[in-house]
């Protein structure tokens, strides 16, 4: 029979030897919330509000245009966000393109406006889905206001209620939403 000590000791060891082990090695755990900042295993926590939006903004921009403010592409999307002319417009910003194309911070309160309209439509969504999986992809609310920008609130709802919403989930580039979803998702965001 094996004493108390001597199976304390081997659970010891065992639990040593699963800490020591990489998140990578187990690709199905959650990630991690901290402080309120999603963090995906082995990544550092991002705590100040300004800082995590800027770093998500920072992401899209780099993924949509490489971060040029002065992009037009095939489609008319313009700007560092690739927005559509009929976008901006609709969130209330009376501009020309000339204008929108050479000011980059305009550009960004485009963003944010767009971002805080999204999370506005989709909070049910967000409340739902937020912290699960789906197709085998990890559900935040920086994932799900990233598939927005690309494929707008109606895309969202498509993806996860594709029964009741009809909106296309893959843009003109061939692009799918979760493409998005699960990109960007590891990016801690406040609105």
Known sequence: MISYKSMLTIAISMLGSLALRSPEATPSAPPMIVDHAYVAPAQKVVRRTARANSDFLQAIAI???????????????????????????GLGFNVTQEEFLSNESLQDSVMRRYMRFNYNKLREVIRLHNGTYRDSVYITTAG????????????????????????????????????????????????
């Open 63 to 89: 993924f949509e245009s490489r971060n040029q403010i002065g992009i037009v592409n095939q489609y008319g999307m313009m700007g560092k966000y690739q927005f559509s002319p009929r976008t901006v417009a």
């Open 144 to 191: 799900i206001l990233a598939g927005a920008h690309l494929m707008g609130a109606g895309g969202v709802l498509a993806y996860f209620y594709p029964d009741q919403y009809s909106h296309p989930v893959v843009d003109g580039n061939g692009v799918h939403i979760t493409e998005y979803i699960r990109r960007f998702g590891n990016y801690s965001i406040r609105l």
